[in-house]
T-cell receptor, first 111, second 115 residues
Framework: GNSVTQMEGPVTLSEEAFLTINCTYTATGYPSLFWYVQYPGEGLQLLLKATKADDKGSNKGFEATYRKETTSFHLEKGSVQVSDSAVYFCALTGGGNKLTFGTGTQLKVEL | DVKVTQSSRYLVKRTGEKVFLECVQDMDHENMFWYRQDPGLGLRLIYFSYDVKMKEKGDIPEGYSVSREKKERFSLILESASTNQTSMYLC??????????????FGEGSRLTVL
């Protein structure tokens, strides 16, 4: 079956630091890949997505590239802000509308 | 603005009680989902529905049931609450056959504590 593996957190960074959160997946066929973000006290919201190999999703300064050869979809941001503190979830759908989520990575950004 | 509304943000119930968690979406979405979120386990799918009066088991349906009598409403039912059902419950909806397939819209969550 489908599965998503994320790096464990929490990840603590200073403001303006470079961020990478690793995500690898196992799936049959050609899944679409997603990053969702959950800010404190809120539900999840879509951050970015990629639907085919070599696609790059981007939003709010975050980027992730769909790498089929390494089955990865790592999230990156060049310069994080305190307001980026949240829990980040990698997810995939292999068709239909069901998503499989990773365990989430908490990011804390300090001044 | 699109919205998924969960009726209760915080609930405290006793073991053995019947618990209803309500979710309403105003986007005319066909698909609705219930997840539970636990530290270190991420989101796990309990039940989902692709249409009115239709339901499918997710990965962890034991101890839960659902009801979808109207398109906009999807209820999660704990027939006899147990302490291991203490968790954050997240409702989500999505559109079928849309260009943004796979994008789920989430409610803010219902934190249930079973004593």
């Amino acid at each position: 079956g489908n599965s998503v593996t994320q790096m464990e957190g929490p990840v603590t960074l200073s403001e303006e630091a470079f961020l990478t959160i690793n995500c690898t997946y196992t799936a049959t066929g050609y899944p679409s890949l997603f990053w969702y973000v959950q800010y404190p006290g809120e539900g999840l919201q879509l951050l970015l997505k990629a639907t085919k190999a070599d696609d790059k999703g981007s939003n709010k300064g975050f980027e992730a590239t769909y790498r089929k050869e390494t089955t990865s979809f790592h999230l990156e941001k060049g310069s994080v802000q305190v307001s980026d503190s949240a829990v980040y979830f990698c997810a995939l759908t292999g068709g239909g509308n069901k998503l499989t989520f990773g365990t989430g990575t908490q990011l804390k950004v300090e001044l | 603005d699109v919205k998924v509304t969960q009726s209760s943000r915080y609930l405290v119930k006793r073991t053995g009680e019947k618990v209803f968690l309500e979710c309403v979406q105003d986007m005319d979405h066909e698909n609705m989902f219930w997840y539970r979120q636990d530290p270190g386990l991420g989101l796990r799918l309990i039940y989902f529905s692709y249409d009115v009066k239709m339901k499918e088991k997710g990965d962890i349906p034991e101890g839960y049931s659902v009801s979808r009598e109207k398109k906009e409403r999807f209820s999660l039912i704990l027939e006899s609450a147990s302490t291991n059902q203490t968790s954050m419950y997240l409702c989500a909806s999505s559109c079928s056959g849309c260009s943004n397939t796979g994008e789920l819209f989430f409610g803010e969550g219902s934190r249930l504590t079973v004593l």
